[in-house]
């Protein structure tokens, strides 16, 4: 579904990433680790559009796309579910799931009704401005607000960061739930091992905005993963 070749990212002079080539697959979740500092949100921010890439391809499902926008790559498939959740405060919680609906044809403008089988706690609080939620309610609303422009790729940035424990396990499981059955890529960045680990079938570790160790469950042991992240 994704493939990155030679990507590079600058902020100004800065170079932040350098060389990434990487692939996320259908039906997989590529998680991306290391320390604070690497380029893991950076790298989101690439694959996304929210800041433009400085070099090399980006493919998505089999086509090489230009430098585009958010937008643009909203439009082509993409949804990105940003660290610190970025909901609209002022906003019900319906409300900010239908800024989904700019991403599509109008006979597609409804919540489909997995979206609350998933998040059931939205349902009940659709009436509810979005800064009224807790930190864990509002991460859902987030990748529920992601998930209605029926991406083909999915792009979660430190998705547990701050949240309570049981939180933490929904959104494990709707994780899971979408790896079998929604037919999409998931790309996670996290910094929470255990969760990272028990979830990937694939991993990319980063350091200094390169590539440490890449590879999938198969071919990389829990020790080997731990190591590369504790570097």
């Known amino acids: 579904m994704l493939k990155l070749t030679d990507l590079t990212l600058h ?7 350098n060389g990434i080539s990487m692939e996320a697959l259908q039906g997989e979740v590529t998680c991306v680790m290391g320390t604070n500092g690497v380029g893991k949100t950076s790298l989101m921010k690439a694959i996304s559009g929210a800041h433009p890439r400085s070099g090399g391809e980006l493919e998505l499902d089999g086509k090489q796309m230009g430098i585009l926008p958010a937008h643009q790559m909203a439009w082509k498939g993409v949804a990105y579910v940003p660290q610190g959740r970025e909901i609209f405060p002022l906003l019900t ?8 609906f700019s991403c599509l044809p109008a006979s597609e403008h409804f919540v489909p ?14 009436n509810r401005r979005g800064g009224d939620l807790s930190g864990g309610q ?4 987030a990748i529920a607000r992601a998930l209605i422009t029926r991406p083909r790729l999915l792009l979660l940035d430190e998705p547990t960061e701050g949240i309570q424990p049981n ?19 998931i790309v996670l960045v996290e910094q929470y091992f255990d969760f990272a680990f028990d979830l990937a079938d694939r991993f990319v570790v980063l350091r200094r905005g390169e590539i440490l160790v890449k590879g999938s469950r198969d071919d990389l042991t829990r020790d080997q993963v731990l190591q590369a992240v504790t570097v």
């Not at 509002?138 to 609303?141: A, C, E, K, R, T």
């Not at 994780?175 to 890529?185: F, Y």
């Open 167 to 185: 939180i933490i396990q929904q959104i494990g499981e709707v994780i899971r739930h979408l790896r079998k059955t929604s037919g999409m890529a």
């Open 93 to 100: 919680v319906r409300e900010n799931l239908e800024t989904g």
């Open 138 to 141: 509002q991460q859902q609303l």
């Open 11 to 17: 902020y100004g002079h800065s170079q932040i990433l």
């Open 113 to 126: 009704d997995d979206i609350f089988d998933m998040f059931p706690v939205l349902k009940r609080m659709q």
